[in-house]
């Protein structure tokens, strides 16, 4: 099985751009992805919250709230920080992965509020993940199938 690594100075390069614009998309990309099936669940203590996600092998932080509509981007201290590579958020998420397997191994780390991430992993465990990776557009699914392939 090959070991997809993304090269170190890309890390570099992502971590010094504005993080504005990725979380914007994120937040699009959220609502596209996981709102739908979110909104079916006791979401509500996520609200007024603020989170980060890191992707450590890209450099890249993601800042967001969940409003009452959904996701949206937001620039204060994070309640909650989740940090990660790109292929173990993405075995995360397609549920290839255990989240306990991932955090005890340090592949998966969470600071900040304890029993909000609780509240987020038991979110994450009630959704259906083919159905809302089956809502990423053709290209980003490919991409991501080949990551986790690796």
């Known amino acids: 099985m090959l070991n997809l690594a993304f090269p170190p100075q890309l890390a570099n390069v ?5 993080a504005a614009p990725p979380s914007l998309a994120f937040s699009v990309m959220a609502n596209r992805l996981l709102w739908p099936a979110l909104k079916t ?5 996520l609200v007024g919250r603020r989170y980060a996600i890191r992707v ?6 993601l800042r967001f709230t ?14 909650l920080t989740i940090s990660a590579s790109a292929r ?3 075995l995360l998420l397609s549920r290839r992965e255990d989240p306990d397997t991932l955090f005890f191994s340090r592949r998966l780390v969470s600071e900040g509020d304890t029993e909000l991430g609780l509240t987020v992993k038991n979110l994450l465990d009630a959704l259906d993940p083919e159905q809302v990776l089956g809502r990423l557009p053709t290209p980003l699914a490919r991409a991501a199938q080949r990551l986790m392939a690796t």
């Open 14 to 18: 992502v971590s010094r751009l504005p």
């Open 41 to 45: 669940l006791d979401w509500q203590a």
């Open 56 to 61: 450590k092998d890209l450099g890249l932080s």
């Open 66 to 79: 969940v409003t009452q509509r959904g996701f949206a981007p937001d620039s204060g201290a994070p309640d």
């Open 88 to 90: 173990d958020f993405l």
